[in-house]
């Protein structure tokens, strides 16, 4: 039997008023319960009024007058602890700028308490504000002389500043009066080896110069040891605790000791130059005012900042210890209110649970006898057929038709069906096309993806070297060849430049391969800088030697390129402590040869490895072409 014939029969059997109320429709079946609701809605307004009436008179002490001071209390507690917080960025203050903003931070969360504390003054006990209020004063007494020390760091900081300029002085000039002097010394031994080195070495012009140069060999090493008593005074500016600073003292005086014995064996004409200098850098290490001196009475004052930072943490414990109890008294108040409150609250409640599980009764009585017994048993026979239909079972017996709106909706279940019949024929025709497109698409997306991830790989191998972004050694044979074939049927000259980085090695071992790598990135961006026409090319040749192709070049054009990257590369002050000048350098040989039949490129670039082989016998950092005889 169909739902509409159990709803006909129930109906049929049921006399009087249930019997008018199950023949309703959908729409006259809600409105009835819509306004049943609104009514009882009604009702529990009403009385909910009269809950939140009891409530608000309850409550109204509360907040006219022992919230006010809970509130006037906790503003204090958090003006006080951000005053505290505020004396706390007074220590870490290094600098003008850095003390006029802490310096007005402090000032106003100063003006912040005051508010607080006049506020809480005006609302709470006079005795326990007046507790607070002291205990503020000693608050502010100490970030007054936080104030003070902060000054005086300051101060400091300039001394040491004006201090550290000195020391750079006194060792540009160590380095002006020693450093020629060191490359003669080294060029002295270089030319003795280099007589040493011929079949018949000239023994007495050896042992002269042997004698001139031994007096000298301490030289070097009283350079590095004032180099490295510079490196410590630095150093120990940066130390963060007074017995680290005393171990750094301590290191720098035996230092100092070193080098003044060092400095009493070398000739006197070199040591009268010496002594002034080598006098001004032991002042700067050992006199009160010197760099060590200043920083052992700034980290005094940084002591003495967080001993007051810790009265001040004091405070401002005792200061909540305070409020705590102010606000602890209140909250006991505050508790009493909201017992009495809840109550009457409660009493409330319960009329209100009483009413609304009566109205809820006789609604769920209307809506389980009418809309579960008449109108759902249909509604779910109309959901079932749908849900069946949604799912492709179109054979489902389907639901019955009428005038009301659960037989209009049969119908439209009925429409339904017949399109839902036709829209299942299209769409299985278009998911089989669909599949076929999509399977052909994937196919030629892979096939592309694949190529193109092939001829990347190809041409990051072929042309450039992954660190610099330069050619690498496989292009620049290329292009020598080509360019070089090009030259020999023009016959026109071209060069080739070979660079070397000077003392890469010890740069490597002394700052890492990391830096080493970048080091080497912005050599070749200078190189980049200074390649401007089409045929020539910079490539990166192996380790730390690049290669530059200059087609159609002079040899006089081609030193001059060399020169300007040169130039670039020393003007990029990249610190190299290890080398001469003390920044990373590079050694350019220059080669520039006219094509003849016979010879290869090979030649060309066999000839700028001598060159660059010269510039580094000649002193590094240099530039030098091919056949130059050494000097």
């Known amino acids: 039997m169909s739902p509409s014939t159990n709803v006909s029969a129930t109906s049929r059997g049921t006399p009087g008023l249930w019997g008018r109320f199950q023949g309703l429709g959908i729409r006259n079946s809600f409105l009835i319960g819509f306004v049943a609701m609104a009514l009882f809605m009604v009702v529990v307004m009403i009385t909910a009024l009269g809950t939140s009436a009891g409530m608000a008179r309850s409550v109204s002490s509360i907040l006219d007058e022992q919230l006010p001071v809970t509130l006037a209390t906790f503003r204090a507690a958090r003006a006080a602890d951000a005053l505290a917080a505020s004396g706390t960025s007074l220590i870490a203050v290094s600098s003008s700028a850095d003390r006029q903003v802490a310096f ?189 001196g200043l920083r052992q009475r700034e980290l005094m004052l940084l002591a003495d900042g967080e001993a007051l930072n810790q009265q001040n943490q004091q405070t401002i414990a005792r200061v909540d210890l305070a409020i705590a109890a102010l606000v602890e008294t209140r909250l006991s108040q505050i508790d009493q209110a909201a017992d009495r409150a809840s109550s009457a609250n409660h009493r409330s409640q319960l009329w209100l649970l009483m009413i609304t599980a009566a109205g809820l009764t006789g609604l769920v009585a209307f809506f389980y006898m009418h809309v579960m017994r008449h109108l759902v048993p249909r509604l779910t026979d109309l959901s079932d057929t749908l849900l069946n239909l949604s799912a492709g079972r179109y054979d489902v017996p389907m639901p019955a038709e009428g005038k009301d709106e659960l037989g209009r909706l049969g119908s439209a279940v009925h429409q339904f069906r017949r399109m839902a019949l036709e829209a299942s024929r299209r769409e299985e025709e278009l998911q089989a096309s669909n599949r076929r497109a999509e399977e052909a698409v994937k196919e030629l997306e892979q096939k592309a993806t694949e190529l193109e991830l092939v001829n990347g790989r190809l041409e990051t191998l072929s042309l450039s070297d992954g660190l610099t972004g330069l050619a690498n050694r496989r292009r ?129 670039v066999r000839q700028a490895d001598i060159a660059l082989y010269n510039a580094k016998r000649l002193g590094r950092n240099t530039v030098v072409c091919a056949g130059k005889q050494l000097e």
């Open 104 to 292: 007005e931070r402090v000032s106003a969360a100063q003006r912040v308490l005051d508010r607080a504390l006049d506020e809480l003054t005006g609302v709470a006990d006079p005795l326990a504000a007046a507790d607070i209020t002291v205990q503020v004063a000693e608050l502010n007494q100490n970030l007054d002389s936080l104030r003070t020390l902060v000054d005086e760091r300051l101060s400091l900081i300039e001394a040491q500043q004006r201090a550290r300029t000195q020391l750079i002085a006194d060792l540009q000039a160590f380095q002006q009066e020693l450093t020629f002097r060191v490359r003669i010394l080294e060029a002295d031994s270089d030319v003795i080896n280099a007589l040493m080195q011929r079949s018949s070495p000239p023994v007495e012009q050896i042992a002269r110069m042997s004698g001139n140069t031994v007096p000298l060999i301490p030289l070097s090493r009283f350079y590095a040891e004032v180099e490295s008593i510079g490196g410590l005074l630095m150093g120990a500016t940066q130390e963060p605790t007074l017995a680290a600073l005393a171990v750094s003292e301590q290191v720098i005086n035996h230092r100092l000791q070193v080098a003044s014995e060092t400095l009493e064996k070398l000739p006197p004409d070199v040591t009268g130059v010496l002594n002034r200098h080598f006098a001004e850098l032991r002042a700067s290490s050992l006199s009160p005012d010197g760099l060590v």
């Open 476 to 604: 620049f044979d290329d292009v020598l060849a080509a360019e070089w074939a090009h030259s020999a049927r023009t016959a026109q000259s071209m060069s080739v430049l070979m660079l070397d980085v000077d003392y890469f090695k010890l740069y490597n071992d002394q700052y890492g391969h990391q830096q080493g790598d970048d080091c080497l990135r912005r050599i070749a961006g200078v190189l980049k800088t200074r390649i401007h026409r089409a045929t020539d090319l910079a490539a990166r040749y192996g380790g730390e030697e690049f290669c530059v192709i200059l087609s159609f070049c002079s040899e006089e054009d081609a030193v001059k390129i060399a020169e300007q990257m040169r130039s670039q590369v020393e003007k990029l002050q990249i610190e190299h402590r290890l080398a001469d000048a003390g920044v990373v350098t590079i050694s350019v040989g220059v080669a520039t040869m006219v094509p003849l039949p016979g010879t290869a490129a090979d030649e060309l």
